[in-house]
């Protein structure tokens, strides 16, 4: 038999192999959760960028036939004027839904360069004026006297500043009002948006900025959206090297969105008038027929852009529907512009893109 002693201590070694055991049991068991929870994440940001790339192909013949349409001085311009309002804001919202995909594959590029912050701020009040006049908001829009100048993306900084401002259009009651001032702030840009809305619970204020995260609202929706927008500003401002803050005093108290960005150096006037010669768009000569290729995989897309092209100038226009085929008319209709997909069967748009640097008679 064994001593007290002995038993003691083979008991001692069992409990100790025992819990080594359970451990290995439990780390298994938690790599295999991880690697299971990584594996769903993944899934879900190619489900999300798939559904706004194929949310996205059939609004684009919508909104061309509803522009044909309205073109026609017959038809009906108030029901053509709000369907087009509904398809901008699905538009938007599907445009939001590929941001964010983008970003979490962090596929999202910068296109930087030196621009005026005025530039941005015009491009943004004409996208966000229609949701503004449609609530009857009053915009007040404050601007400093010098120029203020930022090495950026102009197009993603105008998304943020239209972002902004529709939303404090969509969750401000009619007839609101709305101020969108700039100031310079040491070596940054400030960009300040003010409403007088539904404002920020301060439970929700630090989810603002969170994926898919809404505050709770009326059954009547009047606000819409996915919840996403806020985080795709968030995301393209700290992609320029900016900050960006919310504050709101609570419920029905509006809210305020601080944005800032770093300033350039103003380039000399020497500069300045290159870049205002560079950016001066050239009147186009309407009476010679340009040669169009649309490339397009979506061939309601393509011919819906056809239509347009064809409808408001005198142009030749072809189309492919595929890569392989693209440069094959190219080669047989030499373009003079090509309007291309990216995203295109058997050749993508990039390789496609390329191919007139090899073809000396590509071009006219």
Known sequence: SFSTDTLATMSSVANYLALGMERKRVESLVTKQ????LDAD???NEFLAMLAHELRNPLAPIRSGIELLAADQNGDRQTLSLMQ?????????VNDLLDVSRGMRGRITLEK??????????????SARPAIESRRHELTVTCPDRELWLLAD????????????????????????????????????????????MGIDSDF????????????????RAGGGLGVGLTVVRDLVQMHGGTIDAYSDGVDQGSRFVVKLPLAKQPPAESLREIDDAARCQPSEHDIPLRVLIADDTHASAKMLERIIVKNWNFDVRLAHDGVSACDVAEEFPPDVILLDIGMHMRNGYVVARFPRSQKKFFK
């Open 34 to 37: 991880t690697r299971s929870l």
């Open 42 to 44: 993944r899934r879900k």
């Open 85 to 93: 309002q509904q398809v901008d804001h699905l538009v938007r919202m």
């Open 113 to 126: 360069r030196l621009a005026p912050l005025s530039e941005m701020l015009t491009s943004a009040l004409e």
């Open 154 to 197: 102009p197009t993603r900084v105008a998304q943020v500043i239209t972002n902004l401002v529709m939303n404090a259009a969509k969750y401000t009651p009619p007839h609101g009002h709305i101020s969108l001032a700039v100031t310079q702030e040491e070596d940054n840009a400030v960009i300040e948006v003010r409403d007088d809305g």
């Open 205 to 220: 204020m630090p989810r603002l900025f969170d994926l898919f995260a809404q505050a709770e609202r009326a059954l009547d």
